[in-house]
């Protein structure tokens, strides 16, 4: 039933840590899901440095779904929105051939609290992957819920368990947050053949097996899996979908070409990337390339 559990990778990205769970090196993606990061949990006194602030970047080729269970961050991008997302709430940006933004922490720096939340990116099926760049938010009932015998649920994107959430996709997925009181099973189907679960917070008992937050399960296709919530309350995140390619990915620029990632990583370093006109005082550089090996020949 589970064909490989990751864990998350603890990644300090200036002031703020994150746990990487995708992508893998021993698996790249789960359906379109090719991004994977748990922001936090992080406490914040007030009046915390800017260094926590994600500056302007760029993106291609893909969808960002951000999705939080604490706190607050503005984004702001190059199409002219200026959005604050909240708990509940959905952030969907959709790159395409090219968009940048910013999100900041203005809110939670006033007040101070808790940093907890999801950022996912889908990669976009090949004949969108240079469609027009577009952000749409989401809340309430664009995302249906479900509550009662112990579980909650809310669909973030996609369509599952009979329901379909009002956010645009571009391919066949699902991506789901359930919190289940301690000793509550909820069911997954063999609706699509790459699924995931990642447990957010608390632990998850599944075929037999104990699992704790940080850690995410992808699922063998075909068989419905059952998960239960163990010694307390739990969070998962169920993700999947059908499967859209391989993909290359270098810093934020997601393709199947490895050419289109050259020529985007040229535009950034160029300035021919539109910054946010909220937001363009400052931006994140295109990281160093790597150093070549030496020649031993030399």
Do not use: C
């Not at 270098?250 to 160029?270: G, M, P």
């Amino acid at each position: 039933m589970i064909d490989l559990v990751i864990d998350q990778r603890r990644k300090d990205l200036g002031g703020f840590e994150v746990g990487r769970v995708l992508p893998y090196a021993r698996r790249r993606m789960v359906g379109p899901f090719i991004f994977f990061d748990h922001m936090g949990p992080a406490d914040f006194a007030p009046g915390f440095g800017r260094e926590v602030d994600v500056r302007p970047h760029p993106h291609i080729g893909l969808s960002t779904i951000s999705y939080l269970f604490e706190g607050e961050m503005t984004h702001r991008d190059s199409v002219g929105v200026t959005q604050p997302i909240r708990p509940g709430e959905v952030n969907w940006m959709t790159a395409g051939r090219g968009i940048t933004h910013s999100e900041r922490f203005e809110t939670l720096r006033a007040r101070g609290g808790r940093m907890n939340g999801i950022q996912t990116w889908v990669a976009l099926p090949q004949e969108d992957e240079e469609t027009d760049p577009s952000f749409a938010h989401h809340e309430g009932d664009d995302l249906p819920t479900y509550e009662g015998d112990g579980l909650f649920a809310r669909l973030i994107a996609g369509e599952a368990f009979g329901a379909k959430a009002a956010v645009k996709t571009h391919s066949p997925m699902f991506y789901v947050h359930w919190a289940l009181q301690d000793g509550v099973t909820a069911a997954l189907p063999a609706e699509y053949p790459e699924r995931a679960a990642y447990v957010a917070q608390g632990r998850a008992e599944v075929d037999g097996r104990t699992f704790h937050e940080g850690q995410m399960l992808v699922f063998a296709p075909g068989e419905t899996v059952t998960i239960t919530a163990v010694g307390g309350p739990a969070i998962v995140m169920l993700l999947g979908g059908e499967p859209v390619g391989p993909r290359f990915i270098e810093w934020n620029f997601v393709s199947s070409s490895k050419e289109r990632l050259e020529q985007a990583k040229a535009d950034w370093r160029a300035g021919r990337m539109k910054l946010p006109d909220a937001d363009n005082a400052e931006f994140i550089p295109l990281p160093p390339e790597p150093a070549p090996p030496p020649n031993p020949m030399s």
